[in-house]
C-alpha cells in the first residue's frame, strides 16, 4: 500500500522559506499526481499545489509565486519549495496521491508542522 511520508517542517519567521520533502513507498510514484495539502484546526484540509507525472503544475491562488512544487521521480521524492512565507502558512502540510475523481489513493500521513512566527 502506498503510504506518503512528509518532513521538513518548522518554525520559520515572515518572509521565511522552508523546503518541505515527501518520500512514498510501496507506489509507483513516477505515472502518478502528486499535491501537497495543508491544514489548520477547526478548517477543511487545503489542497496547495499539485504536479503531474509530467512536471504541469497547478498551484492555490494563496501561493503562487510564492511555493514551488517539483519531484525527483528517481528518489521517489516530491518537494514544496515555500519562500516569503507568512503567518497565513502556518499548517500542518500533507502530502498525498489525487485520484482523477476525487479522494486520494495514499492514507493520510502525520503531516509536517509549518509555524510561520516572528
Known sequence: QVQPMESGGGLVQPGGSLRLSCAASG???????????????????????????RGTTNYADSVKG???????????TMYLQMNSLKPE????????????GGGTYGPWGQGTQVTVSS
Open 27 to 53: 507506489f509507483t510514484f513516477s505515472t502518478f499526481a502528486v499535491s501537497w495539502y495543508r491544514q489548520t484546526p477547526g478548517e477543511l484540509r487545503e489542497l496547495v499545489a499539485t504536479i503531474g507525472p
Open 66 to 76: 510564492r511555493f514551488t512544487i517539483s519531484r525527483d521521480n528517481a528518489k521517489n
Open 89 to 100: 502558512d502556518t499548517a500542518v502540510y500533507y502530502c498525498n496521491f489525487p485520484r482523477p
